[in-house]
């Protein structure tokens, strides 16, 4: 057992205790996803039927309703899912999963890699999504399988054209990326998304004038900051809590629940100063 898992069930257990107190009213939570192996298929689904049972999922919709000053319905945060990266996997769990309980979620797909022949969409996948660290643990979807995730009914988001880092990008390469992407996902699904998650996810992956690009061509962007989000965070500066279905359950709630957002304030003080200079 790993040592977050061993002290998550203590720190869960402490944090259900004192966030009455700190209080979190009126917020939700983006959840942050990537493929879902087969052998983690089961831990998804709990997650979600628990979510489903506790009535916290919400959609993109009423996402963006509560992002605009709309109600939130009282009790803990809701929750919307998102997926980033456009693995295979997405639409198996979108067909098996979520749909059998009408759950919409987010998907953030890269345009510039689903439009390759598989093998070198595979290959970019691993250069460019696990930065040659390890293969990618699966094929990524083509357009047919983006078409399909739009068809029943998910929210499509831009991740950039070629999943790359956009503070290594020169500005003409930003504007590419981000542009580029916004383009490509209108000409194939109709219509310019809203949504954005920049790549990576980490405070260091990010920047003011990325921000500012990204504002021109989509309304809201995500990252990969932890946190609560309501109508006071910035559209460009959305928390998203990282989920990984490979630790045990408790460190699952406390990044559900909230109880990692201490660690991640001063990343989200950052961001949120990005935004405002965008
Ligand atoms: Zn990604």
Redesign the pocket.
Known sequence: MSLRDAIAPLALAGWRLVRPVLGEENTFRILLL?DVPTSKRDVFARLVQNLTMARRLITPVEAEAILAGGPVPPGPSPVLLSF??GFASNLDVAETILAPLGIKALF?V?PGLIGLEPEARAAAATAN?LRGQRPAPEPLLGWDGIERLAALGHTMGS?TSH?LRLTTLSPDQRAEEIGGAARLLTERLGKIPDWF?Y???DIDSIDAASLAEIGRHHRYCRSGVRGPNSKATPPLALRGDNIDLGTGEAWRGLAVEGGLDVLYRKQRRILDAMADRS
Do not use: E, K, N
Request: aromatic fraction near 16%; charge should be negative; include cysteine.
């Open positions: 990537h980033d990266d953030f890269c999504i991740h999943h998650a790549t990576f996810g």
